[in-house]
């Protein structure tokens, strides 16, 4: 089974910065596509990044020009930054794995929570 590893998750204020991680067991993981999702309280689980084994990104509409998804595939760990964050950012922040955009995602990490408040 794929266990992937999430940290990074806070409490932050608005305007604030915060970096999340995700990491996974097996360097053959270093080919795959992960992705960030998230979910607010009484919302559907939305995309929040994604990145393939040769960086190509995408994100999602509210959080392009904010976010930025990278990956190291040498520590099998890929990374969000989430800048000028707002309340609308605070969700419980998901890492997936799969091996391209399009084919059945493998596993889900176990979620760390984000809240943006003052």
């Known amino acids: 089974q794929v266990h992937l590893v999430e940290s990074g998750g806070a409490l932050v204020q608005p305007g604030g910065a915060l970096r999340l991680s995700c990491s996974v067991s097996g360097t053959i993981f270093s080919l795959y596509t992960r992705g960030w999702y998230r979910q607010a309280p009484g919302k559907e689980r939305e995309l929040v990044a994604g990145?393939?084994?040769?960086?190509?990104?995408n994100y999602g509409y509210s959080v392009k020009s904010r976010f930025a998804i990278s990956r190291d595939n040498g520590k099998n760990t890929v990374y969000l930054q989430m800048n000028s964050m707002k309340p609308e950012d605070t969700a419980v922040y998901y890492c997936n794995i799969r091996r391209t955009w399009g084919s059945p995602v493998i596993s889900w990490g176990q979620g760390t929570q984000v809240t943006v408040s003052s």
């Open positions: 990145i393939t084994s040769n960086c190509s990104t």
